[in-house]
């Protein structure tokens, strides 16, 4: 009779593959499945080389770890996330030990498949089995080398587009960012805004309102001290060598004072956009604190990279086309025959080109309109530039953006900006159009510009 210590000892599920059964290889195989999912290297120091499967756990449970603090500082503070992870002594190391890892995740997988033995599996469940390790393999390391990747190219991003040194100052709890539209396109001699807003942001909740301003705005003064007045010192209306107007200023000055600024490019302007917010100043009162500029033409790659908009047309609008496209009822007229194409009434899925013309048809439509759709494409892009869509569609914004954005706001206060940012996404962005019918753009009330500019932001604080 066999004592109890003699009988023998069934098989175990991860070490003696070679007396396990089909049923129980199954059964380990998805083990390793789940290990290697939830801790890569796990399932390496159960059945298989236990020194690489520790360099993954500690790899694993480094990425949890950071994950856990990215959670709590999200709760605590945006603000530190975005300064830790857009300095560059940070962000880069930690993109790369991201990358890393991504390819340590494919190793095990491919490893864990190794370990399966799946030549001893009869099961049926053997092709799915594979197929659940290759997902579960290929999508853990997808995210973790996008992390990675992301993080790289931000960090990269930020230090190409935002080359200005220093620190913005609110004015009266606001920081003010001229938002400039700019179109260079082959037919046009030099580049000319399109749209001119300001985006004040409040320092405190991150409240935000667009003002925006005709840019057939006449009548123009300039801030006192600064160069463009002494060659304007009556206004923008005397001798001004052309079509006196707001959108005209930039280019002017470009052309013919740019000596007046001779530090503008070190700072990461343009004499044209500090003559600009010389006059926007006047205009709203407001100080300016920098500049965003927009090329329209490059507008085309962001919105592509964002998987397109969604757009309510109002009317129909032609793609292309030289003639005056407006029938009697105002509407898709058959009086176009040379437009390659129409942008039809009511809501439209628009890729970056079709969103191009949009925004820029001058025909079927007047100028405030198109002033006002080209606002419109601005704010539906900003709304859809999401967390989700910058982490899985970053390196395609971000190839967009440094072509699409100048700017001078300094790289310091990028963290700051973009915790506002995503405050103001939350509560909204409130728009004040200063422009037809409230305002005359050729015969401005610039006392009531000011005012309604007071009012709305004692409304929104």
Known sequence: MRSASSQPVAPTPFRDTQRASSAQLVKRAWWIILLNLVIPGSAQVLAGNRRLGRIGIIFTLGFWALALLTLLFAFVSKLAIFTLLLNPLIAIPLGVLFICYAALIVFFTLDSL???NLPAVTSRA????????????LVASFITGTIGSTAITASNLVNKMFVNSGSLEPQKGRYNILLIGADSGSNRFGL???SISVISISAETGNTVNIGLPRNLSRIQFTPGTPIKKVYPY???????????LNAIYKSTMDNYAYLYPGAKKKGSTAGMEATKSAVKWITGL?????VMINMKSFVGLIDAIGGIEVNVKKALPIGGQLDCVDADNERGSICPDAMSW????RQHMDGRTALWYARSRHNTNDYDRMRRQREVENIVLKKIDLQTLLFRFGAIAGAGAKLVTTDIPSGDVPKLMDLAFKAKGRGIKSLQLSYPVIQADNPDFWLMRQLIAQKFKKYN
Not at 126 to 137: D, Q, S
Not at 235 to 245: A, I, K, M, R, S
Not at 287 to 291: G, H, L, V
Not at 343 to 346: A, D, F, R, S
């Open 114 to 116: 190794r370990l399966m």
């Open 126 to 137: 053997k092709p799915i089995i594979i197929a659940f390790l290759a997902i579960t393999g």
């Open 192 to 194: 000319r805004p399109d």
């Open 235 to 245: 206004g923008y209306n005397h001798d001004c060598g052309g079509p006196c107007l």
């Open 287 to 291: 100080k300016i604190d920098a500049y």
């Open 343 to 346: 942008i039809e009434k009511g």
